[in-house]
């Protein structure tokens, strides 16, 4: 059994900031890539932000040089710090990880969201 949780979500005003955490837990061997995903009301699921074990990250061009992915391997933790926060940024935001539980095992789990809403 794999859990992901997350914390951090809230209202803010446009050009605030927040930080998401986001804790693994359960029977994990190691944790590949972690990462950040929206959505929207009436929208897809949008990727957000990933980051690699080795630390290597990636960002949707919509939140390049606002928001900031980091990661803890020995905690099984990832955050998201997001400054300048917009309108638009409002979603549910989820955190996701593909996970080696064992020898030959691996999956991606989801959280269950956690909501950010800002205001204009």
């Known amino acids: 059994q794999v859990q992901l949780v997350e914390s951090g979500g809230g209202l803010v005003q446009a050009g605030g900031s927040l930080t998401l955490s986001c804790a693994a837990s359960g029977s994990i061997f190691f944790i590949n890539t972690m990462g950040w995903y929206r959505q929207a009301p009436g929208k897809q699921r949008e990727l957000v932000s990933t980051i690699t074990r080795g630390g290597v990250t990636n960002y949707a061009d919509s939140v390049k040089g606002r928001f900031t992915i980091s990661r803890d391997n020995a905690k099984n933790t990832v955050n998201l710090q997001m400054d300048s926060l917009k309108p638009e940024d409002t979603a549910l935001y989820y955190c996701?990880?593909?996970?080696?539980?064992?020898?030959?095992?691996?999956?991606?789990?989801w959280g269950q969201g956690t909501q950010v809403t800002v205001s204009s």
């Open positions: 996701n990880a593909d996970i080696n539980t064992g020898r030959f095992k691996f999956g991606n789990y």
